[in-house]
């Protein structure tokens, strides 16, 4: 059996060097990732849409930096979560923006089975405040659901 905390702490780890290609590999080919109200299915979208958002913010930023910490779950121990930290670096204005994905791993296989991902409460909010401080856009607002 496959310890779900320790294939969690690769898929950060591998997140972290913004390593797409390896990650990819720790996720099932049928991997579902809840993303605010909306379902993705299958790996490579998956991965695809972590690429994505680490091209977009390479781009808009001047300095991008990932430091995650991996937790069991106290009641599942089929589930570890990541606590993800995204450090932005603007005009010389550095912030640190946090979220949190829970990781559901197939013990049998030891490949990530389900990523749901959590907003942590006032985190876009500080976002947007760092966004307008150095002359960017803000975030749309994330409904009450999400």
Known sequence: ????????????????????????????????????????????????????????????????????????????DSIATIRYGDILTKNGVTHRHECEQRITVDRASGLVAHIKHIDLPGERDRLNVFLESVGLPARPKLSDQQ
């Open 1 to 76: 059996m496959h310890d779900p905390v320790d294939i969690t702490t690769k898929l950060a780890q591998l997140l972290d060097a913004a390593d797409h290609s390896a990650a990819v590999q720790l996720l099932a080919p049928q991997c579902v990732y809840d993303f605010r109200g909306s379902e993705m299915i299958g790996r490579d979208a998956i991965m695809a849409s972590y690429d994505a958002a680490h091209q977009d913010a390479v781009k808009t930023f001047d300095e991008v930096g990932y430091d995650s910490a991996v937790r069991a779950d106290p009641d599942d």
